[in-house]
Nanobody
Framework: VQLQASGGGLVQAGGSLRLSCVAS????????MGWFRQAPGKEREFVAA????????SYADSVKDRFTISRNNAENTVYLHMNRLQPEDTAIYYC?????????????????WGQGTQVTVSS
C-alpha cells in the first residue's frame, strides 16, 4: 500500500493550500483517513481525520475552522484544504490510512503512512 501526498509548497501567511493524498494498492473505502504534521524539532501531531463515510470528522484545536478534510473514495483520494495559513502551520504533512473505519486521532491506529509533503508559511 502506498500513499502519495502532494500539494505542499511555500505560501504567505493568510494564504491557502490544498493537499492531496492518493492511495494505491488498497482501497481507502471502509477506512478512516487522517493528516498529521511534524515541524522541525517537534513531535508529530494530529491535524485532522475523517471516517470512512465522510459523515464524521475531527480536527486539532489549532486548525479548527481553518482546515477541512474531505475524501473521494471512488478516486481513492483524501484532501486537506488549508485556509488562513500561519507560520506556525509550517511542517511536513503526512497522510495516513487507519486500520478501522471510525474517526481516530491517535497515530497508533493508522496502519499506512505517506512520505509527506512540505508546507512552508512565510510571515
Amino acid at each position: 500500500v502506498q500513499l502519495q501526498a502532494s500539494g505542499g509548497g511555500l505560501v504567505q501567511a493568510g494564504g491557502s493550500l490544498r493537499l492531496s493524498c492518493v492511495a494505491s494498492g488498497r482501497t481507502i473505502a471502509g477506512y478512516a483517513m487522517g493528516w498529521f504534521r511534524q515541524a522541525p524539532g517537534k513531535e508529530r501531531e494530529f491535524v485532522a481525520a475523517i471516517n470512512w463515510s465522510s459523515d464524521s470528522t475531527s480536527y486539532a484545536d489549532s486548525v479548527k475552522d481553518r482546515f477541512t478534510i474531505s475524501r473521494n473514495n471512488a478516486e481513492n483520494t483524501v484532501y486537506l484544504h488549508m485556509n488562513r495559513l500561519q507560520p506556525e502551520d509550517t511542517a511536513i504533512y503526512y497522510c495516513a490510512s487507519a486500520s478501522i473505519g471510525s474517526v481516530v486521532v491517535s497515530a497508533r491506529m493508522y496502519k499506512y503512512w505517506g512520505q509527506g509533503t512540505q508546507v512552508t508559511v512565510s510571515s
